[in-house]
Structures are given as C-alpha cells and as structure tokens.
C-alpha cells in the first residue's frame, strides 16, 4: 500500500525474519534491505511473548510497488539463512501502515546482554518518527487476548474432543478470557474449519446459504 503519512508516496510492507540479536542479523537484514532497493526501514528485534522466538519485525518501504515475482525472490532470498526450521521469514504489503509502523518498534529490547543499537534497526529521519503513533495498549490486549485464546484452543484439543464438546469449550475459553459469552457465528465456524470439524464443502454452503453451522447431514463430519 502507498504511504501517504510517515515515507510519502513510497510503498510499504511488512517484513518479519527469524533472527538472534547481534552484528551477524543486523548486518544480513542491512544487505537484503540495500539489494531489493528499500528506501526505508524501521524496526526492532524482539522475543516472542508466547512462543519465546527471536526475530525482528519491520516496517520497510521501496519508491516502486513489489511485482509478486519480486516479492516472492525477496522473500525466499532468506532460505536457510534463518533461525526457523521452516522458512523464517515473511514480507507482505502493508495494510494499516501506521499501526505496523507503530507495531513494529512497540518494545524496544531490554537486556543488558544485547548492545541497543543492535536490536533496533531504521534509518528514518526525526521528522518521520515524529509521524508515527505511539503503539496503542488497546491494540496490543487484542492481540494478546487472541493469542491467549488460541493457546487455550489447542489445549482443549489434545486429545481431540467431539464436536459439540469443543464448540462448548470455545465459548467457556471465550468467556473466561472476555468476561462475556462468546455470541459470534462466524468464531465458532473458524475454529471448527480449522480443527477439521467442518470441510470444503461445507463451509460453501455455510456462507451461500447463510442457514446456521452446516453439514449434519454429511457423513464425513466429525
């Protein structure tokens, strides 16, 4: 998406690699941000809250849009070049540039065993940090809730539990987690695609049919 407020008529991203704090990462992230031609960046490195990950989160900006061939080189050129056992890195147009820009620098490392101009990474002007919001602590509870109620999920599911045992249990982490009963269909419907509970199929005519959860009359529903 074009930046109309921090890096004007320059095109932002979301950029976020698997990566340890020291001179090795930044001087990896500082090479792949000079050969795909970013003009801006800013970001710190920061550990994950439930998974305990080391990785750096960005928002990085380039004057001429990705083509998605482009995009796609950008991202693999991080192959085996990570923490993660599985890729490590993703890069995505930005949507709510302000909020991921904001996002991105929400906590700055602190640990006295990493040196600090390690862990943030950005070569803005003091003009355009003055742009950015400072991190809204409402948006940052959402995502914590979601995450809480996402763990809470996987819990419950080990062992697998039937369907209408689970769809119970959504509403009971739900509420224990918001304080009130969860009422929305479309939550129950997501999670219950999600651990299989529902298939391909049914969730085609979940959404043209718009008649409650689908498929009790499919033999191949859990």
């Known amino acids: 998406m074009e930046d109309t407020i921090v890096c004007k008529g320059h095109y932002a991203y979301m950029f976020r690699v698997d990566l340890s704090c020291n001179q090795e990462s930044k001087l990896q992230i500082e090479n792949w941000l000079e050969i795909n031609n970013f003009s801006n960046w800013h970001g710190c490195h920061e550990i994950g809250t439930e998974t305990g990950k080391h990785h750096y989160q960005m928002c990085v900006w380039r004057e001429h849009k990705y083509k998605s061939s482009e995009q796609t080189k950008a991202r693999n050129w991080w192959r085996g070049k990570t923490n993660s056992k599985t890729h490590g890195a993703a890069l995505s147009s930005a949507r709510k540039i302000l909020s991921l820009v904001s996002y991105s620098c929400k906590d700055k490392l602190a640990d006295e065993h990493f040196e600090q101009f390690l862990a943030t990474i950005s070569n803005l002007s003091k003009d355009q940090l003055g742009r950015i919001p400072k991190w809204e602590s409402k948006t940052a509870a959402k995502i914590q809730n979601l995450e809480k109620f996402e763990k809470e999920l996987e ?68």
């Open 155 to 222: 819990i419950v599911m080990h062992p697998p539990q039937e369907k209408e045992d689970f769809v119970q249990s959504i509403n009971k982490i739900y509420y224990k987690i918001y304080n009130r009963p969860c009422l929305h269909r479309n939550t129950y419907i997501k999670y219950l695609y999600k651990y299989g509970y529902v298939n391909d199929y049914q969730i085609v005519q979940f959404v043209f049919a718009g008649s409650g959860l689908p498929g009790s009359e499919y033999p191949n529903e859990k």
